[in-house]
C-alpha cells in the first residue's frame, strides 16, 4: 500500500481542492483551449520517472515535443518538474483530483 494511499484520506477537502486547482487547473485551461495534453503529459513524465526518451516513446512524441510540453507546464505553474518537490506535488494533485 502506498503511503500517499493512506495519508490523503486526512487532508481536508477544501485544503485538495484548494492544492489540486491551484496546480492542475491552469494545465486544464491550457489544454481546453489548445488541445494540448499537457495533463496526459504531465501523468506519463510522472511515471516514467522524468526519462525524457521512455517518457516520449510512451507518448509517441518525438523527445522535443515533449520537452516542450514539459516546460510549457512549468511555465504556466511556476513549478520546476526536475526538482522532487514539484513532482512530489503533482502526483499528490493528480492523485486527489
Same mark, same amino acid.
Given at each position: 500500500l502506498a503511503s500517499h494511499v493512506l495519508l490523503l484520506p486526512f487532508v481536508p477537502d477544501d485544503v485538495r481542492r484548494a492544492f489540486t486547482a491551484r496546480l492542475l487547473d491552469p494545465l486544464r485551461d491550457y489544454d481546453r483551449r489548445?488541445?494540448?495534453e499537457l495533463i496526459p503529459t504531465l501523468e506519463a513524465f510522472l511515471d516514467c520517472d522524468g526519462s525524457?526518451? +521512455?517518457c516520449a516513446? +510512451?507518448?509517441? /512524441?518525438?523527445?522535443?515535443?515533449? +520537452?516542450y510540453r514539459v516546460? +510549457?507546464?512549468?511555465?504556466?505553474?511556476?513549478? @520546476?518538474?526536475?526538482?522532487?518537490? @514539484?513532482? /512530489?506535488?503533482?502526483?499528490?494533485? /493528480?492523485?486527489?483530483?
Open positions: 489548445h488541445r494540448a525524457w526518451t +521512455r516513446t +510512451r507518448l509517441h /512524441l518525438h523527445v522535443n515535443t515533449l +520537452r516546460g +510549457r507546464i512549468e511555465q504556466l505553474t511556476g513549478r @520546476d518538474l526536475s526538482r522532487l518537490e @514539484d513532482k /512530489l506535488d503533482f502526483f499528490l494533485a /493528480l492523485r486527489m483530483s
